[in-house]
């Protein structure tokens, strides 16, 4: 009798404020396209609320991650990070998620893709959608039984996700450039840019690890504090900074991005809880009900750059390592930034902590007909 349904190994894990499927690479089809159709079957894409598949009928829970051993010297893990969207049939791989990325390790030793390195294991890590480097560290203690496991509860907060966990520590080696290829695609800080139906508006455009539009929230008809619902509610707001989207892209060397989830659109206001900066980041149509992790340093590196639109607008530290406060709607992020000792416009290092949950270990089911399944 044929198989009506093939069972794909997977753990379904919490990165940061994203959530979804991990896979080994092994696990997968080889063929690009057979991989993706397996992963739009595996979330229920396209459909609004995903209800035959694994989604949560929002872009920060219609990710997939896929891990396998590096085949990189000095790397112990390559990651491919897939943003689907719930009422669309793509899957992109251009972009990183931070977020996801704090899942990363837990899951390559939770599945025997490498192994514990005492209390704390670090490993490097190649994000494959950019070739961007990291150093993950997370808790592995001994257990009762006297081995080494993956540690979650600990007294680490991060706003946007209930309780605490135990940290994970990402250090990015090199994120400038990850998709436009240097961390100011125009060559300026500032630009100025004409929106039909709107005007000559001004504008950051950067790319530390995430490819962003900054624009003053005023220029845009808002205070960049409203509410997640109230932003998501406004059509006319949403439609103009689509428009601010799609003029500014071409300027960053991205000249068709009707159809990517990159640049993502991101309004600054002056803080108002003692932070540094206060967001309402847009990813790129919906409005973040956070911010993501690159995001975060992206719009970090933007309010230590000289002329930015952040300027006069965020509350930076002196010094030449700095803590950047980012608010967002639901509290804010830290992000640690250290200066170049010669050049004070560029990021030598950007470090954060982030958390991440096993939350299910089983086999995703997809229909057979989208994919058999591997010979075994």
Known sequence: ???????IPCLFMRGGTSRGPFFDEADLPADRATRDRVLLAVM??????????????????S?????????????????????LQPDRDTVDTTPNCG???AAVVPFALETGL???RGDRTTLRVLTLNTGMQCDITVRTPATAAGRRAVEYAGDARIDGVPGTAAPITIDFLDTAGSVCGSLLPTGRTLDEVDVDGVGRLQVTCIDNG????????????C???????????????????????????????LPDVREKSYPKMCLVAPPRAGGSVSTRCFIPRVCHDAIGV??????ATACVLDGSVAQGIASVPPGRVKSVSVEHPSGEFAVELELHPADPQRVARAALVRTARLLMRGEAMIPASVWEGRPR
């Open 223 to 253: 205070t960049g504090y409203e509410s997640v619902a109230q932003l998501n509610g406004d059509a006319a707001l949403k439609a103009r900074i689509e428009a601010l989207r799609l003029a500014a892209s071409p300027l960053m060397g």
């Open 99 to 101: 977020n996801m990325l």
């Open 44 to 61: 229920g894409s396209p459909d609004p609320r995903q209800i035959d598949g694994l989604g949560g009928a929002h872009p920060l829970t």
């Open 1 to 7: 009798m044929a198989r009506m349904q093939t069972a």
């Open 210 to 221: 995430m490819p962003m539009v900054l624009a003053r929230a005023p220029d845009l008809g």
């Open 63 to 83: 990710k997939a991650g896929i891990v396998r051993r590096s085949r990189t010297a000095g790397v112990d893990l390559d990651f491919l990070f897939a943003q």
């Open 294 to 299: 690159l995001q975060a340093v992206t719009v």
């Open 114 to 116: 490498a192994e514990p």
